[in-house]
């Protein structure tokens, strides 16, 4: 099987696929980020779907995105010539494609289509037929109309193309989804759709901000891209992954579904959007938030489907074997019912941004904050299930009341410099009573350092976040300590762990993952902050050695196996990457650097 590193992205700003280095697209849902997939091979084997399109007798592959798009070019030479793959997802409408070009480029080369679909997560097998020099793939509600001048055949419940391409020829390949209750689409056009999707995001690229470092301006385009195809746009909401069940750690059980839109990424993803001059995008991410969050305060989720959606219901999928055997495969998330109470200062720190920058200040956006501040008044003294959605018992952890912190001191600070009316002396009340029970039940003198929640021993990489939204200056001492402490106890070959995951652990989950890649990245964050510049820029150089020769970083990463865990590619580390970025050139504001200011 593939290693994660080994997948590309493309995708239509409603959902992605991810196409193997070795030609196969080995994962597709359709037709929105969070719908059952058509391509499980990823978590299964090749009898859950798959689409290969690669040469019949082998060869050697190179890949590249083509120049500021999504346009994914696989160069495959071979014994008998060279040829050229064009994998993309032109962002056309309500009917997604994908469109697939074969180019040979000298001699002539075999080439071979296999396209194996399976709707509902490789479960079921659709009927197919030919229609209108189509065939058409059909079980419930899904369709899907395969189109190609080259000849196809039915072989095992498969469809299989073989073709031979010489210099100069281009055979295109078209996979367009319908419901299949209504007319079959018209025919794409691949050429023309191959223009319109590089013009699509070759004039989005275009109005990113100018103002990046040299040395760093091709990855952070790329890592804004990533972002963009992530996003939903008839929505505005952004996804954390377009996958679910990609494992933490390889035949280990914490295997989720990250195909929905977390409120914790919300300041960040605000903050990197403006900064990169995309306050279009910023303006629809804030709008989704605001419909997203509307409703009684004490109902407010961690997580929300790409339209807002709350019942996000967990299921296990046991006819898929698993990502390297790494089962259950569950699609859904139970940790959208979770109280974390962190939330409540993500929305807050993120709405005051989105003020700051100069996006809308409709009055109803207030009023639904004032419910919220209002709610967690009192809702900050219970113990929740914190930032990394433990499936055990509730704490009172440190990271959550720091962001209930975030929340009143964003609002004291929206009726000081934004002009808004509020209870603003009561919330610096709750605030300072917030930040006393923190230093005073959430610092260890022994350890020299904050601790994972009251009365506990434990470290956790979220106690770096502590500096970077505000709540105590780098140069407290006890910043200093705590990240002295994530040093000494969280470092795994130079890259940090979230927690020490043990038996019977604060999780309630078997021990077992990798190094978690936006933490390393806060700890780049937090050296710069105390004066460790080069200690930062190290750190960052090797975070840069994780990605994958496209640019892509996973959530985590096994520095023994030395490759990538977890759902891929995901919108939090990039979020990360982009901070950072800003965070080690000195004469950038970094985006976090808006959050601590003041």
């Not at 001048?149 to 010489?166: D, F, H």
């Not at 956006?365 to 990394?388: K, N, S, T, V």
Request: proline share 6%.
């Amino acid at each position: 099987m593939a290693r994660i590193e080994d997948y590309a992205l493309i995708g239509d700003l409603h959902t992605a696929a991810l196409v193997e280095r070795g030609g196969s697209i080995d994962w597709l849902c359709l037709p929105r980020f969070d719908s059952g997939a058509c391509f499980a091979a990823l978590l299964g084997d090749t009898e859950n779907g798959r689409w290969l399109l690669a040469p019949a007798g082998g060869g050697t592959s190179s890949r590249r995105s083509f120049d500021d798009t999504l346009v994914l070019e696989t160069t495959w030479e071979t014994e008998t010539g060279v040829a050229r793959v064009l994998d993309f997802m032109p962002p056309r409408g309500h009917a997604p494609d994908v469109v697939r070009i074969v180019e040979g480029l000298s001699g002539t080369v075999a080439m071979r289509s296999e396209l194996v679909i399976r709707f509902d997560y490789g479960r079921i097998v659709p009927w197919v037929r030919r229609v209108d020099h189509a065939r058409i793939a059909v079980a419930g509600p899904d369709a899907l109309a395969f189109r190609t001048p080259a000849r196809t055949r039915g072989v095992n419940m498969r469809t299989v193309s073989e073709l031979a391409v010489g210099e100069g020829e281009r055979v295109p390949f078209v996979l367009t989804w319908y419901p299949s209750y209504e007319e079959l689409p018209e025919p794409v056009d691949p050429e023309e759709a191959l223009a319109e999707t590089k013009r699509f995001w070759r004039d989005w690229t275009a109005g990113i901000s100018t103002d990046f470092p040299d040395e760093w301006s091709e990855r952070l385009r790329r890592c804004l891209i990533v972002l963009k195809a992530l996003t939903h746009e008839p929505t505005g909401g952004i996804v954390a992954a377009p996958t679910t069940s990609l494992p933490e750690r390889i035949g280990g059980i914490r295997n989720w579904d990250y195909r929905y839109c977390w409120l914790r990424d919300a300041t960040l993803t605000l903050l990197a959007l403006l900064q990169a001059g995309q306050a279009q995008e910023a303006a629809a991410w804030r709008l989704w938030l605001l419909r997203a969050v509307a409703g009684d305060p004490a109902d407010v989720q961690i997580m929300y489907g790409v339209a807002g959606e709350r019942r996000l219901t967990e299921l296990e999928l046991p006819w898929l074997a698993g990502y390297e055997g790494s089962r259950p495969v569950r699609v859904g998330n139970a940790a959208s019912g979770q109280l974390q109470l962190d939330v409540y200062g993500e929305v807050l720190d993120a709405l005051f941004h989105s003020r700051a920058a100069g996006l809308l200040t409709e009055h109803p956006a207030w009023e639904l904050q004032l419910g919220l501040l209002e709610h967690l008044e009192e809702a900050w003294r219970e113990p929740d299930e914190g930032i990394w959605e433990i499936r055990g018992e509730r704490r009172h952890f440190v990271h959550s009341k720091v962001m209930a912190w975030v929340a009143f001191d964003r609002a004291v600070r929206t009726v000081e410099t934004q002009g808004l009316d509020g209870p603003v002396e009561r919330w610096r009340a709750v605030r300072d009573e917030i930040r006393a029970e923190v230093c005073g039940r959430g610092f260890d003198g022994e350890l020299g350092s904050f601790t994972q929640s009251y009365g506990s021993k434990e470290l956790d990489a979220s106690l770096l976040l502590l500096p970077l939204v505000g709540f105590l200056p780098a140069s407290d001492p006890r910043i200093r300590g705590t990240v002295e402490a994530v040093e000494r106890e969280l470092l795994e070959d130079g890259f940090v762990r979230r927690y020490r995951s043990r038996e019977g652990g604060v999780d309630g989950l078997p021990p077992g993952e990798g190094v978690f890649l936006p933490c390393s990245f806060w700890l780049v964050d937090c050296y710069e902050l105390i004066g460790r510049h080069e200690d930062a820029v190290a750190l960052f150089d090797r975070l840069l050695g994780v990605a994958n020769d496209l640019g892509l970083f996973s959530e985590e990463y096994d520095p023994a196996a030395g490759r990538l865990l977890g759902n891929f590619p995901q919108a939090f580390t990039h979020l990360a990457f982009v901070n950072s970025v800003f965070t080690v050139t000195p004469h950038l504001q970094s985006p976090m650097s808006r959050r601590h200011a003041g």
